[in-house]
């Protein structure tokens, strides 16, 4: 199921799988600091290689970079990719990637250090159905999440207190 | 109250469709003592009912079933099978639209006149003018309960709506202010008045807007002479052998099909769905479709021009706070071809939640051009443009015969390219629009693509000279004597402003002629 590999404070990773399940608590793992929630990872962790799936939330964050936005927003983002009907189409296109990076000099798209060139790779598949399936995909299922709309300021509905006609909607003072 | 009639009787008015066509022309029908089936494809939601989350309501609200599209405009790439964003549900798009009831310009009835030969436009003159509209337009701005008309205060301007009216100050605008809005700015017609609470394109919750779910269809069943029927899905209008229509076949909810017998079908389906039924309409004595003599229906269809600006400043402006379309500009809705191109266009503000931003602001975009705009989403503001498209016979609805919707029937393809007059229209109100923000300190503006239509109009264009169109001045058919277009279908142009008030305004005077025609034994 995952591989038993040295994780990057010397636990491996199934150590770190356990450990989160057990705590409760977000981990780190591969190559990318990937932090989620124990329950989504330890079933997500059914489903894709660990490998993968670290590489997917990278490319998530590569396609819609905001530095305030955690990563566990990115990893619930994509986390639907980790079912037994998408898993294999998923996989095969993170080795897509992982290909294209191979043939930059890199080990794996993981390994390329600075989002400029993650970011030129992307640009050479950015027409693969692939790549607009991730895409698109992110559009509602990053965006669309409650949690990360105060990073933006966005409160989100105002009924429930009554709109803003009391609360500011008319509050602009630096005009 | 409701008043269930028989399938079988044939003495009733059918009306397609219950949004700001239909469902105004079947209370107006109602109160007159004629008595009417409104067939509603959707189902009934009401302010209770309404959900102030943008996907969430778009998934109770929008019309989601198939349709394809074709040509150069964007929307045809970047939302292939959604080229409008329009609403399923009693009340129809009333329950979507931001409440901008703008009448039309004098000269725009006349768009053929006073712009005259504009190449690769079908441009034509209304059978009707501004004099005969005036009293019709009275009575729609009564119904509707129109800020800035009757004594009705306007609106208080929002955050968004004070950053809109500095820059247009700044650039020597004159005529801009907070809108002639349907939406309450006291409590009266039985609603509250606007609260500013934002999602007025989800449904109001407040009831201050004015939609026909909770206005005229609940005033039209009072009467006990109109009964809706919901989730009643019109699939074909037949006729007898001597060329009349003389009922309808439609599909409840399991999909059964049923026909209701009528003296009269009116159809307000909005400009894709009521072009599309006329067409799969068709039989032997109209191969071509019902009242499509002319060849003329799903042609000419327009969207607005349409386009969005956002500013980003350095500081908040919070635009979603308040109502969706917080204010306008007028100066640039005349015509005044030394601009480049003939028409005018109004400039209004808009806001979007993050989620439809995200969706919306430059679809298909990604990588940091687009993230950091999005970043600075609390620092926004935004407006819309809303401007005359040029009518071209080659955008039009056709049946596309190789897809189908849930019930087996041909679904519609919309193909729109635009006209050179629109993508000069546009960069000309981009840049006044990008002007405007940048003269009160914008440090970066976003000229955005439009989004699917929800302006869609004149698939079913009413003339004077059948020849030209598919309806007449009162939109009757000019081939079928007892069939009625009601919806922004039957535009013949589509003027600078948003619709809905003329499609009301048309749909009351319509309900006087049919009721008067009835009355005489004409129909």
Known sequence: MTKTIAGPRGLTRRQLLARAT?????????????????????????????????????????IYPHDR??????????????????????????????????????????????????????????????????????????????????????????????????????????? | MTAPFELSDDSVVVVIGTGAGGGVLANELAQKGVKVVALEAGGRYLPEDYINDEWESFGQLAWLDPRTTSGDWRVAKDFSGLPAWIVKAVGGTTT???????????????????????????LLDWPIDAEEMAPWYDLAEKKLNVTRTNGNPGLPGSNNYKVFAAGAKALGYENFHTGRMAINSTENHDRLMCQQTGFCFQGC????????????????????????????????????????????VYAD????????????????????????????????????????SSGQVGRNYMRHLT???????????????????????????????????????????????LPFM????????????????????????????????????????????????QFGMPVANVHYSDHANDRAMREHAYKQGQAMYDAVGATRTLPTPPYPSTHNLGTNRMSENPRDGVVNRWGQSHDIDNLFVSDGSQFTTGAAENPTLTIVALAIRQADHISRELSAGNL
């Open chain 2, 253 to 292: 909810a399991d999909g059964n099909e049923h026909k209701q017998m009528a003296r009269i079908v009116a159809v307000a389906g909005n400009s894709f769905e009521s072009p599309r039924l006329l067409l799969n309409s068709a039989s032997s004595m109209y191969p071509d479709g019902l009242s499509n």
């Open chain 2, 96 to 122: 979507h639209w931001a409440g901008a009831s703008l009448r039309f310009q004098d000269h725009e009835w006349k768009a053929a006149t006073t712009y005259g030969n504009v190449q690769g436009a079908s």
């Open chain 1, 22 to 62: 057990a705590a409760g608590a977000s981990f780190v793992v591969g190559a990318g600091y990937v932090a989620a929630t124990d329950a989504a990872w330890a079933t997500e962790m059914n489903a894709m290689k660990p490998d993968s799936f670290a590489t997917l939330v990278q490319l998530a964050r590569d």
């Open chain 2, 205 to 248: 919750k407040w009831g201050a807007k004015w939609s026909s779910a909770y206005t005229d269809i609940p005033e039209g069943e009072a009467t006990g002479n109109l009964e809706v029927r919901e989730k009643a899905h019109a699939l074909r209008i037949e006729h007898g052998p001597d060329g009349k229509v003389n009922g309808v």
């Open chain 2, 307 to 353: 386009g969005s600006v956002y500013g980003v400043f350095d500081k908040p402006v919070k635009m979603w706070r308040g109502t969706t379309m917080a204010g306008i500009m007028q100066d640039e809705a005349k015509h005044d071809p030394s601009r480049g191109f003939v028409g005018g266009y109004e400039l209004e503000t808009l806001s979007l939640g």
């Open chain 2, 358 to 405: 995200a969706a919306f602001l430059d679809p298909g975009a990604w990588g940091r051009e687009f993230t950091s705009a999005l970043d600075q989403y609390e620092n926004m503001a935004g407006m819309w443009i809303v401007g005359e498209d040029m009518p071209q016979e080659t955008n039009r609805v056709t049946l596309n015969h190789d897809v189908t919707d």
């Open chain 1, 69 to 175: 936005i955690p990563d566990e927003n990115y990893v619930v983002a994509v986390k639907g990719y980790d079912t037994p009907q998408e898993v294999d189409a998923t996989e095969a296109g993170i080795e897509m990637l992982n290909a294209a990076a191979r043939g930059r000099g890199y080990g794996s798209y993981l390994d390329i250090g600075w989002e400029r060139d993650r970011v030129d790779l992307l640009r050479s598949i950015e027409d693969s159905d692939f790549f607009q399936k991730i895409r698109g995909g992110l559009v509602t299922g990053l965006y669309n999440q409650k949690a990360v709309w105060p990073i933006f300021g966005y409160e989100g509905e105002s009924f429930s207190q009554g709109g803003y006609l009391y609360r500011g909607f008319d509050d602009i003072a630096w005009l």
